[in-house]
Structures are given as C-alpha cells and as structure tokens.
C-alpha cells in the first residue's frame, strides 16, 4: 500500500479520536477521492505516492476554486470551510515553489533548449512540468514560460 494513502488513513482515525471534524471531513474526502481514481478504469489498482499526490494536489485545486467562487459570492462561511480543508490538503503536498524558484527552472529550461519566441512554448513546457511536478500548478508555469518567451532573456 502508498506510504501516503496509509498516513492518510492514520491520520483519519487520530481526526476521529480527536472529534477533529475538519479534517475528518477533508480526509474522508481525499480517501474517497483515492478510492474513486484507483478504481476507475477497466481493472482496479492500487496508487503509487506519486499518484496519490496527484489526486490531493487535484482536491486542493477544487478547494481553491471554490473558496473563490464562495468568497465572491459573498458566502464568506462556505469560503472559510473550503480554505480550512484546503489548508489540511496543503499539509500532505510537497512544498510550493516560490516565483524566483520557479523563474530559474524556466529560465535553465529555456537555455537548454535553446528556445525562442511562443512557438517553441510546447517544448518548454514538456520539459518543465517534471521538474516542478507537484510544487506548481499548471497555469502558473504556463504563465511564467508565456512570460519569459515573450519577454527574451532576462
């Protein structure tokens, strides 16, 4: 079994001894979430860390958005709800990347390939994503590679 699904399920039953309804709640969910992916498909199978990982950072993705979409709706206790489980996701997901961190993966990416202009984008972004695997979502790599190609070397 993933060394991360099991710390999960720990974690759950602490949460429960604990009457930790939070993170009863956002564990529960992030179990069924695995349960769901492992199962889907045409055989079930058991998730790698790595796999595991990919569905948490996925949740916390839908928390962010919806802790948006509450908070402009002015639903600030929904919002506030959403934001407390995203942030007991954000305990089991690596570290974030910061924006100088991420500007130097890029930029080491673009001068290896020798990239120039937005046409060469797909090429910096196959190369870049296993890098920051995990520790930046999408849009903002595309964002920053948008950035440095259109702008040239910095």
Do not use: C, H, W
């Amino acid at each position: 079994m993933a060394e991360l699904k099991e710390r999960l399920r720990t974690d759950l039953s602490a949460a429960m001894r604990a009457r930790d309804q939070v993170r009863l709640r956002t564990l529960r969910m992030a179990l069924a979430a695995i349960t769901n992916e492992e199962v889907a498909g045409k055989a079930a199978r058991e998730l790698s860390d790595d796999e595991v990982l990919k569905v948490l950072a996925r949740e916390a993705k839908k928390r962010r958005e919806a802790a948006d979409a509450f908070g402009s709706a002015g639903r600030a206790e929904q919002a506030a709800a959403e934001q407390a489980e995203g942030q007991v996701l954000a305990g089991y997901l690596p570290a974030q990347l910061g924006d100088d961190e991420l500007t130097r993966i890029v930029d080491e990416i673009v001068t290896e390939t020798g990239a120039a202009g937005m046409s060469s984008m797909g090429q910096v972004m196959k190369a870049v994503t296993p890098r920051v695997a995990g520790r930046a979502e999408g849009a903002r790599v595309a964002a920053e590679v948008r950035r440095r190609l259109t702008a040239g070397p910095s």
